[in-house]
């Protein structure tokens, strides 16, 4: 790895984005970092001084992605195992169960992922009798695709001792809360190091196929394991890819700086989600009795942000519905009016998901310098009027959902992630997401929505100086085959002379519904190359 880190490359004959010179084709990488941006005749001078040319043949440069918000060994998981993420139909989900079951029979735990009964004719879930069937009895545990809720063998539950007796436990549905927490640990502690290893790898290599390269992995108590964790974090040291930028979601904050994490953060539950009517609402769901679930209040908010802030970690919660997100600001403001708001605003904690927000909650991040960790793909998924926020919400609600548009406006930092597993790792598809938004008033420039994907994931952890190719940077960035470059605004309520090329404003791909999306040619991180596409 050293060795490659100490070579000069001079990259030319392509399109640089680089807000350091709009019109820029060409880009020399030096000791991991960018050394020069610029235009195809200075390129000239330095090619007699570098380790290796390369002709970029009218490719685009970016800055490589960022996901912010990533479960990296279930993403693998999910790639390397049982994925019914396409699943059309409940029998079409118990035939790829069964055919999986029949393919692996030394694996001591079967693990799936992403049903969704919603999208299913038969609007219900497998149940525990047609799932133990389908295995022959072995240990099967198969997420609901926003992994907050899941369905298991008989088998599975047997490991578990006392599970009946938790919450979340109905006989007869998908299991929630402390339930799914307790039967999730156990699958994860059956499975082999080397699988584990084995998922880790193939989610790090998936996502530097895409340009991702930088993830940040929200683990945690309730959603990993401290193997899992750790785990990869020596993976992401000791073999190229992706850099791994890990939280632990635990209000222990000795013990998620022990583990090697940047904070306690991350999914640090303060409510659950819509899709599993679990997100905690001010008002009551419009399918169901009930206003969800609140784990944290305001006042276990406000010690765990003094806590982290005086410890100099990076707080976050996951905060989905308005009254789990009111929660989460009203408690941020208690810690800000005991250690002054100085201090909130530079240890930039975060909300990760922050979906149903008031111009109110939207004002308060602005001011208590919150980033919003955001999946601009939950709409592209569950957004409009007739799509699963709808039915949770109701209409009118549903419109409101994912206001990326007025956090912008407001001078909020915004931060794109996946949440893969619950959607797929797919940067230029989020940004068309967040462009495109079901809602048209929520919509934002391409431009903006590929900052927050790539600059914005840096200053989320706290570095201003990256995420852009410009002198000094570190050099992350992908190589694109992609068409014609352009200024894309959402409406004519841009300013004109942010689409004329006059004015400067480096082009993009042209993200409209129905393009084909870029093809990632290369990934580099810190200047080391960590994927190339096969025959390129």
């Known amino acids: 790895m050293s060795a490659y880190e100490h070579r000069t490359v001079l990259l030319r004959g392509g399109e640089v984005h680089s807000p350091a010179d709009p019109f820029a084709t060409a880009m020399v990488v030096e000791r991991g970092h960018i050394a020069w941006v610029g235009s195809e005749g200075a390129a000239d001078a330095f090619a007699s001084g570098v380790d290796e040319v390369v002709d970029l043949e009218g490719a685009l440069v970016t800055p490589a992605f960022v996901d912010a918000h990533v479960h990296t060994t279930a993403t693998g998981l999910a790639l390397t ?9 409940l029998a079409e989900a118990a035939q790829r169960i069964r055919a999986y079951a029949e393919a692996r029979p030394a694996d001591r735990i079967l693990i799936g992922h992403g049903w969704d009964a919603a999208r299913w004719p038969e609007r219900r879930p497998l149940t525990r009798a047609e799932l133990d069937e389908l295995t022959g009895g072995r240990p099967l545990y198969l997420t609901r695709i926003d992994v907050h809720s899941a369905v298991v063998t008989t088998a599975l539950l047997d490991l578990v001792p006392g599970v009946r007796e938790l919450t979340g436990f109905h006989d007869g549905q998908p299991l929630t809360g402390d339930a799914h927490h307790a039967v999730r640990a156990a699958a994860y502690a059956a499975l082999s190091p080397q699988q ?12 530097a196929s895409l340009g991702i390269g930088t993830l940040h992995e929200c683990g945690g108590p309730e959603i990993s394991s401290e193997d899992d964790f750790t785990g990869l974090l020596d993976l992401a040291r000791s073999e190229p890819g992706p850099r791994v930028v890990g939280y632990w979601a635990d209000l222990d904050i000795e013990r998620a700086r022990a583990l090697g994490a940047l904070g306690a953060a991350g999914d640090l539950f303060a409510d659950g989600s819509l899709g599993s009517h679990t997100a905690c609402l001010h008002e009551p769901y419009a399918d169901r009795t009930g206003a969800g679930v609140s784990h944290l209040d305001a006042a276990a908010v406000a010690a765990h942000v003094v806590a982290c802030t005086e410890a100099g970690l990076q707080a976050g919660f996951h905060a989905i519905g ?43 991040f602005a001011e208590l310098g919150l980033t919003a960790s955001v999946q601009p793909a939950f709409d592209a998924y569950w957004g409009g009027d007739e799509g699963m926020y709808a039915d949770r919400l109701g209409v009118e609600r549903a419109r409101t959902l994912n206001p990326y548009a007025a956090l912008l406006r407001a001078g909020v930092p915004l931060a794109f992630g996946s949440d893969s597993p619950v959607t797929p790792l797919d940067p230029w598809g989020t940004v068309r997401a967040a462009a495109f938004h079901r809602t048209p008033e929520h919509r934002i420039s391409v431009r903006a929505a590929f900052t927050a994907h790539t600059r914005g ?37 841009v300013a004109r002379w942010s689409t004329d ?36």
């Open 322 to 364: 308005d009254a789990a997100v009111d929660a989460v600001v009203e408690g941020v403001r208690a810690a800000a009016e005991k250690l002054g708001l100085a201090r909130i605003r530079a240890a930039r904690h975060r909300v990760e998901h922050a979906e149903m927000l008031t111009p109110g909650s939207i004002a308060a």
């Open 457 to 493: 994931g840096w200053r989320a952890v706290g570095r201003d100086d990256a995420g852009t190719l410009v002198p000094g940077a570190p050099a992350d960035y992908a190589i694109w085959r992609t068409g014609e470059l352009v200024v894309q605004a959402p409406d004519d309520r």
């Open 196 to 207: 584990r290893t084995e998922a880790q790898r193939a989610a790090r290599h998936h996502a």
């Open 501 to 536: 090329p006059r004015s400067g404003t480096p082009g993009l791909p042209d993200l409209s519904p129905g393009r084909d999306l870029p093809v990632c040619l290369r990934t580099v991180v810190f200047g080391q190359t960590v994927f190339v596409r096969p025959n390129e």
């Open 81 to 89: 195992g049982l994925d019914l993420s396409a699943a059309t139909s």
